[in-house]
């Protein structure tokens, strides 16, 4: 019965005249999320509201889990839309309307009616009032109920007239596209794809970094970043994930550097190479899965000395997450049983025994400098053998 759905928006942040900037990234993000369901889309705005109208047969359940994964979306209201052919013609789209959806017909409910077309012979009050007359006539063990109604029908008199009770939550956030974009260095694990979910949410487009150290990363170590950049392209739209080549530079710290020290140089050349292609792929921040205290290159004074090498901002949306929390949404954005699949990253092989956990700045400046003679060299070879997959589910 519904072949089209309203989607509610928030509207914090898009007042003024921005607004419709929001509203066009939207639409886009909607598009591209309905591209994997079957069936055929017309996505468009009609005065500040975003509609869904599904053309001919399609599936319902797999267009809403679609649109679940938009973010801006808060709720996505399935409807019936029907000529406006005057109040006896709608009225009698409302009881079939009720009687399909609600068959038992024994629930409280309140009639909210909306006029957008001021030249309709009737105000909202009255066919609020006309219609509950009729429904309580049709349906006898339904009840009003104005404050805390089990149904709350809604009608909209536009160009046509559109009918809807249910509203099914949405992801919020805001629409992909619409705040900028960042690099997401992305490994196999469970906290970054997290934080690159959630800095989406917020309306940053994301790109990717993966450190691949074969051979002591395997293969499938790499497909399995490439799988976990699939599953959150579909909230993030595609991404593109540049994969560098980490095995020099990680054996050359490794021959030159103090062990112990290893995993805070290491990953301040990770940030130090993202940043390279952050800048020039216009990001305007690096986006980590970073979490407080989470292991020993994650205390304070480490996120301070591998945060020291960066000159744009870098993001931890999960900073002050405990695991459990990253850990519930990795299994709710459906990343989860593939980010603890047991392929080693490329952190894992060289890790000491006992790894600082409070490095001190000019310690570890002092032994880069042990890297002077080859690691610009090493540097800008893992940056020309990149290599760069375009992602897109
Ligand atoms: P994750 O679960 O995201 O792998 P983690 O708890 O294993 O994180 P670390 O290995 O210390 O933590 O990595 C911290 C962050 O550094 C990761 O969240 C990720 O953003 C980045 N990172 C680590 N290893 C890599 C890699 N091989 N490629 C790209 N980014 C990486
Ligand atoms: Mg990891």
């Not at 939550?169 to 619409?178: D, I, L, R, T």
């Not at 599953?231 to 991404?239: A, Q």
């Not at 490095?359 to 990149?386: C, F, G, H, M």
């Amino acid at each position: 019965m519904f072949h089209a759905f309203l989607i509610k928006y928030g509207e914090i942040g898009i007042k003024g005249k921005n607004r419709y900037l929001f509203e066009n990234a939207l639409v886009r993000q909607i598009r591209h999320s309905l591209k994997t369901v079957d069936g055929e889309f017309d996505v468009y705005k009609e005065q500040g509201r975003i509609f869904v109208q599904c053309q001919g047969e399609f599936d319902f359940d797999e267009t809403v889990e679609a649109l679940k994964r938009v973010f801006g979306i808060v709720g996505i209201c399935p409807m019936v839309q029907a000529e406006d052919k005057g109040f006896e013609a709608l009225a009698e789209d409302v009881l079939r309307f009720l009687k399909e959806v609600y068959p038992e017909g024994n629930y409280t409910f309140k009639v909210n009616a909306r006029r957008a077309r001021k030249d309709y012979p009737m105000q909202s009050m009255e066919i609020n009032a006309a219609l509950g007359e009729r429904i309580l006539d049709a349906f006898p063990d339904t009840k009003v109920d104005v404050h805390d109604p089990e149904v709350l029908l809604n009608v909209e008199i536009r160009e046509q007239v559109y009918i809807y009770s249910k509203i099914i939550p949405g992801p919020g956030g805001m629409p992909v596209g619409c705040n900028g974009k960042a690099m997401l260095l992305l490994s196999g694990g469970i906290d970054s794809p997290v934080a690159g979910y959630m800095i989406a949410k917020r309306g940053v487009l994301i790109d990717a970094v993966y450190f691949h150290a074969p051979p002591y990363t395997s293969e499938r170590a790499k497909q399995k970043v490439v799988d976990l950049a699939k599953i959150i392209s579909r909230y993030t739209g595609p991404i593109n994930l540049h994969i560098v080549n980490f095995t020099d530079i990680q054996l050359y710290i490794y021959e030159k550097c103090p062990h112990e020290e290893l995993t805070i140089i290491m990953r301040r050349y990770m940030m130090r190479i993202a940043e390279h292609f952050a800048k020039e792929t216009r990001c305007l921040g690096l986006v980590t899965g970073e979490s407080i205290g989470q292991v020993a290159s994650q205390t304070m004074q480490s996120l301070a000395a591998t945060n020291e090498v960066c000159e744009m901002p870098v993001f931890r949306p999960v900073i002050a997450f405990d695991k459990q929390e990253i850990v519930d949404i990795s299994q709710k954005i459906g990343a989860y049983e593939t980010s603890i699949l047991p392929f080693e990253d490329c952190c894992t092989i060289f890790v000491a025994k006992h790894p600082v956990t409070k490095p001190n700045l000019k310690i570890i400046r002092r032994s880069e400098e042990k890297l002077k003679e080859k690691i610009d060299e090493l540097v800008q070879t893992a940056i020309e053998t990149t290599e760069t997959v375009w992602i897109e589910e």
